[in-house]
């Protein structure tokens, strides 16, 4: 697609149910980035690949979260046992940092909702 | 560790006024430095991106500008229509290479009619 596209919208779960995101960056760009955004806060940085470096983890607020990037495409994040403060919403952004000039486009976001 | 900070962090204004929107963080050796609008319920969308090495970026009713050894940014919006009323956003990134952002808290904009 033209955009970062991201999967599910929205997602309600219960405590300590399993979660996974999805997020699938514009084609040819090999910067991806996970950023979390709770009710009414600012962008938290989660996660940062780039190419096949290895991630930057350091935003990743406890294990319980996990992400990976397959064949440098398609991202998923991982939240295991979740719980009720990780309830937010989950946005995915994307760049060409090759040449290009390092602009993020981001998409629309993944509501997390854990009752 | 860089530290973004936007002001104000709401403002309403009459139709038509001219604003600005102000944008400071701490370590001034940044890459580029990204300005964003975020509607209610909705991701972000790039506005302008500044390279460190520039001064200041247009687009349409948008200007804005960057002085890097100060640390500040500014978003100028034109002619403000209702449809601007959004959240605005700034956002860095560091070092010679570009990486991870560090974004501000937003200003929430809203223009009346």
């Known amino acids: 697609g033209a955009g970062v596209s991201q999967s599910p919208s929205n997602k309600v779960t219960e405590k300590g149910k399993d979660v996974e995101l999805r997020c699938d960056p514009i084609s040819g760009h090999t910067a991806l980035y996970w950023y979390r955004q709770s009710l009414g806060q600012g962008l938290e940085f989660l996660i940062y690949f780039q190419g096949n470096s290895a991630p930057d983890k350091s935003g990743l607020p406890s294990d319980r979260f996990s992400a990976e990037r397959t064949g440098g495409s398609v991202s998923t994040l991982t939240i295991q046992r979740t719980q009720q403060e990780d309830s937010a919403v989950y946005l995915c952004?994307?760049?060409?940092?090759?040449?290009?000039?390092?602009?993020?486009?981001f998409g629309e976001g993944s509501r997390l909702t854990v009752l | 560790k860089q530290e973004v900070t936007q002001i104000p962090a709401a403002l309403s204004v009459p139709e038509g006024e001219n604003l600005v929107l102000n944008c400071s963080f701490t370590?001034?050796?940044?890459?580029?430095l990204q300005w964003f609008r975020q509607d209610p319920g909705k991701g972000l969308t790039s506005l302008l991106l500044?390279?460190?090495?520039?001064r200041e970026q247009t687009s349409g009713r948008l200007n804005a500008s960057l002085d890097k050894s100060s640390g500040r940014s500014t978003l100028y919006i034109a002619a403000s229509q209702p449809g601007d009323s959004a959240t605005y956003l700034c956002a860095v990134s560091p070092g010679t290479s570009g990486s991870r952002l560090t974004f501000g808290e937003g200003t929430q904009l809203t223009v009346n009619p």
């Open positions: 370590d001034s050796a940044i890459y580029n």
């Open positions: 952004a994307s760049s060409r940092t090759s040449g290009g000039t390092g602009e993020l486009f």
């Open positions: 500044i390279q460190s090495s520039q």
